[in-house]
């Protein structure tokens, strides 16, 4: 089934963080959940002596990408146990952190350990793809929450005194523990499949649950909140072969819609105009679909606007304009209004990345785990900018920040700021 999009472009939601557009980035692909952002000035070359504000050693590896709020950057890592392949340690030592880094220095502040509770999943050839520090913390810029899989969500303030901790599941998974908590008015709201099998939404003074969404399957994506064209907001997530749609309030299922068979839906979605599109792979190959939001029941015959062959399964696309992109060895692009390929060139060998691009002035800044940080235009062509290295041999798993004319971003040792020296 094909409908046309007309006028499509990408429509962030201030009430789910607060933040200030343009200077905090204070989620997951920032206050949009998008990965688009209105700064101007970003530096489009940079190298392990170029464009440097600082670098700063991490007590340990992750994944998680860095937030920002005014001069606080929050990122997590993990140590004691799996930091290294061939070197697991003592499961009954692992600690994940919580750091909060001064931004004009790179110094860290405070550095909050938090004991793994056991049993936790070993570090085995799944989970050492990205490790147990994978989701991305959030701010409404008085605390930090942070989602730490089988050890609960925990809530700090800004001086990192922890202020509740609450477990929202029991279950382990050999892929580990990766989604991404979300903001929503006084509510903090995580997918749980992995440890539940639902979404579950936590009162942000208390850490009190307020609604439970069972029947959610097994996925890694972090839920998105979707404005409806003339109705309230919806909260959508991809999971295994599903997509749905609930209401944020209250946890009540509005809609489905048969997504993408696949064993692992690590992809987030994005979305413009009250359409929202999704990417993974599956036994049929890659796919990549558009579906429109605002149904109730299920909506599969009804509001898939299209489907296209390609896409990526770790990586989240961005929607730029009319234009839908992603990289992940190839550069692709396609019409957000039709799904018609527009281009779609191989920019490096062959990878599958967890590292999902950001979008500022109409540039496309895309990291890569292992092949450096590519600056394209965002255009319907590719036209490649700039290809930088930062000379650091550790991976680089995790999506940027930016924020206040800066670039952050992390590697398994180190978080750089990337920008201008004053």
Same mark, same amino acid.
């Given at each position: 089934?094909?409908?046309?999009?007309?006028?499509?472009?990408?429509?962030?939601?201030?009430?789910?963080?607060?933040?200030?557009?343009?200077?905090?980035?204070?989620?997951?692909?920032?206050?949009?959940?998008?990965?688009?952002?209105?700064?101007? !000035?970003?530096?489009?070359?940079?190298?392990?002596?170029?464009?440097?504000?600082?670098?700063?050693?991490?007590?340990?590896?992750?994944?998680?990408?860095?937030?920002?709020? !005014?001069?606080?950057?929050?990122?997590?890592?993990?140590?004691?146990?799996?930091?290294?392949?061939?070197?697991?340690?003592?499961?009954?030592?692992?600690?994940?952190?919580?750091?909060?880094?001064?931004?004009?220095?790179?110094?860290? &502040?405070?550095?909050? %350990?938090?004991?793994?509770?056991?049993?936790?999943?070993?570090?085995?050839?799944?989970?050492?793809?990205?490790?147990?520090?994978?989701?991305?913390?959030?701010?409404?810029?008085?605390?930090?929450?942070? @989602? @730490?899989?089988?050890?609960?969500?925990?809530?700090?303030?800004?001086?990192?005194?922890? &202020?509740?901790?609450?477990?929202?599941?029991?279950?382990?998974?050999?892929?580990?523990?990766?989604?991404?908590?979300?903001?929503?008015?006084?509510?903090?709201? *995580?997918?749980?499949?992995?440890?539940?099998?639902?979404?579950?939404?936590?009162?942000?003074?208390?850490?009190?649950?307020?609604?439970?969404?069972?029947?959610?399957?097994?996925?890694?994506?972090?839920?998105?909140?979707?404005?409806?064209?003339?109705?309230?907001?919806?909260?959508?997530?991809?999971?295994?072969?599903?997509?749905? !749609?609930?209401?944020?309030?209250?946890?009540?299922?509005?809609?489905?819609?048969?997504?993408?068979?696949?064993?692992?839906?690590?992809?987030?979605?994005?979305?413009?105009?009250?359409?929202? @599109?999704?990417?993974?792979?599956?036994?049929?190959?890659?796919?990549?679909?558009?579906?429109?939001?605002?149904?109730? !029941?299920?909506?599969?015959?009804?509001?898939? *606007?299209?489907?296209?062959?390609?896409?990526?399964?770790?990586?989240?696309?961005?929607?730029?304009?009319?234009?839908?992109?992603?990289?992940?060895?190839?550069?692709?692009?396609?019409?957000?209004?039709?799904?018609?390929?527009? @281009?779609?060139?191989?920019?490096?060998?062959?990878?599958?990345?967890?590292?999902? %691009?950001?979008?500022?002035?109409?540039?496309?800044?895309?990291?890569?785990?292992?092949?450096?940080?590519?600056?394209?235009?965002?255009?319907?062509?590719?036209?490649?900018?700039?290809?930088?290295?930062?000379?650091?041999?550790?991976?680089?798993?995790?999506? %940027?920040?930016?924020?206040?004319?800066?670039?952050?971003?992390?590697?398994?040792?180190?978080?750089?700021?990337?920008?201008?020296?004053?």
């Amino acid at each position: 089934m094909s409908q046309r999009l007309t006028g499509l472009l990408p429509i962030g939601i201030l009430l789910l963080t607060g933040a200030a557009v343009g200077a905090d980035w204070p989620a997951f692909r920032g206050p949009h959940g998008d990965g688009t952002s209105p700064e101007r !000035g970003l530096p489009i070359k940079w190298g392990a002596q170029e464009n440097i504000v600082w670098k700063t050693r991490l007590p340990g590896p992750g994944t998680s990408s860095p937030i920002v709020w !005014g001069d606080r950057v929050f990122v997590t890592c993990y140590t004691g146990y799996g930091e290294a392949r061939g070197k697991k340690g003592d499961l009954e030592k692992l600690r994940r952190h919580l750091l909060c880094v001064d931004r004009p220095t790179g110094q860290i &502040l405070w550095d909050r %350990p938090v004991a793994a509770l056991q049993p936790e999943t070993e570090f085995n050839s799944y989970i050492a793809q990205h490790g147990y520090a994978s989701s991305t913390p959030v701010t409404d810029g008085e605390r930090v929450y942070v @989602f @730490f899989g089988r050890t609960g969500v925990l809530a700090f303030d800004f001086e990192g005194k922890q &202020l509740w901790q609450t477990e929202v599941g029991t279950w382990l998974n050999s892929w580990g523990s990766a989604a991404s908590p979300i903001l929503y008015r006084n509510l903090v709201i *995580v997918n749980a499949s992995i440890e539940n099998g639902a979404l579950i939404a936590l009162d942000k003074a208390t850490g009190n649950r307020v609604w439970r969404a069972k029947g959610v399957p097994d996925c890694w994506s972090t839920p998105l909140l979707v404005e409806v064209p003339g109705g309230k907001p919806e909260l959508v997530i991809n999971s295994q072969g599903l997509l749905f !749609g609930f209401d944020p309030d209250k946890g009540e299922e509005l809609w489905r819609c048969e997504g993408i068979e696949t064993s692992a839906a690590t992809s987030s979605p994005v979305a413009g105009r009250g359409v929202v @599109f999704l990417m993974g792979a599956g036994p049929g190959g890659n796919l990549t679909m558009a579906v429109r939001a605002g149904g109730r !029941g299920d909506v599969t015959k009804t509001h898939i *606007v299209w489907k296209q062959k390609g896409g990526a399964n770790h990586c989240s696309p961005i929607l730029v304009g009319d234009y839908l992109y992603w990289i992940s060895g190839q550069a692709v692009c396609l019409r957000a209004d039709t799904g018609q390929v527009v @281009f779609q060139e191989r920019l490096y060998p062959a990878s599958q990345e967890f590292v999902s %691009p950001v979008a500022a002035e109409g540039k496309i800044f895309a990291f890569t785990r292992r092949n450096g940080a590519f600056v394209l235009a965002a255009k319907d062509r590719l036209e490649q900018l700039a290809h930088n290295e930062l000379g650091d041999a550790s991976d680089f798993n995790a999506s %940027p920040a930016v924020s206040h004319g800066q670039i952050l971003i992390r590697s398994n040792e180190y978080l750089y700021c990337i920008g201008a020296k004053k």
